[in-house]
């Protein structure tokens, strides 16, 4: 069982549809990452949660630290929005121990 | 203040050869990550190195690959007599003292080898 499990491997949304992207965890962590990655594109951090919750524009990051789990919310979707997501914990001191990512894609 | 940089951002090489990878962390930062990309796969770490010392290397594999973090310039990630196996995207990412838990990321290498 991998360390970190994200759900849904992918998706497909409507412009405009509330978009929900779960991510579970079985480490201890310090901090946990949303990332975005556009096809062959860099890495962008979206937010770095390590309680309760924090929400930059459309997007929403919450994390539960009791329950292991992290979701990440995008309101109002945007077809620029399709990129892979990727749930990355802070683990074992200064590592980050990476989800396999949810391909989203936003249908206009 | 410029980001995290990587170059070259794509190197093609034929097996065998050396791919010298590096990364420029951001202005103030000493703490430099480097984490790679396998076609259809995950992000895996690879090394955590801070100026002068690797701290963690337990992600590298054995042979070929190294790393160093010099108190002068880059980060280099070196990979010797590369094999086909090799080819992935690698990035790296930087992080100020006293907030390692915030890493920032460059735009990553693109290794090919032919």
């Known amino acids: 069982k991998n360390e970190v499990e994200q759900s849904p491997q992918n998706l497909t949304a409507q412009e405009g549809e509330f978009i929900t992207i779960n991510c579970s965890y079985s480490v201890g962590i310090s901090a946990l990452h949303w990332l975005q990655q556009h096809p062959g594109g860099g890495i962008v951090s979206l937010f770095m949660l390590s309680s309760g919750k924090k929400k930059h524009g459309r997007l929403i990051a919450t994390i539960n630290i009791q329950e292991k789990h992290s979701s990440l919310h995008i309101t109002a979707s945007h077809p620029r929005d399709s990129a892979v997501y990727i749930c990355?914990?802070?683990?074992?001191?200064?590592?980050?121990?990476f989800g396999a990512g949810t391909i989203l894609r936003v249908k206009s | 203040n410029a980001g995290v940089m990587q170059n070259p951002r794509h190197l093609v090489r034929r097996r065998g050869q050396e791919a010298r990878l590096r990364c420029s962390p951001m202005?103030?930062?000493?703490?430099v990550y480097w984490y790679r990309q396998l076609p259809e796969e995950g992000l895996k770490f690879m090394v955590y190195l801070q100026k002068e010392n690797i701290i963690d290397e337990s992600g590298m594999p054995k042979e070929r690959f190294s790393a160093e973090f010099p108190k002068e310039g880059p980060s280099i990630l070196r990979i010797q007599q590369v094999v086909r196996g090799d080819s992935a995207a690698y990035f790296c990412?930087?992080?100020?003292?006293?907030?390692?838990?915030?890493?920032?990321f460059g735009p990553g290498t693109r290794l090919l080898v032919l």
């Open positions: 990355a914990v802070l683990a074992y001191g200064n590592k980050l121990v």
């Open positions: 202005k103030g930062h000493s703490h």
């Open positions: 990412a930087s992080a100020p003292v006293g907030a390692q838990e915030t890493q920032y």
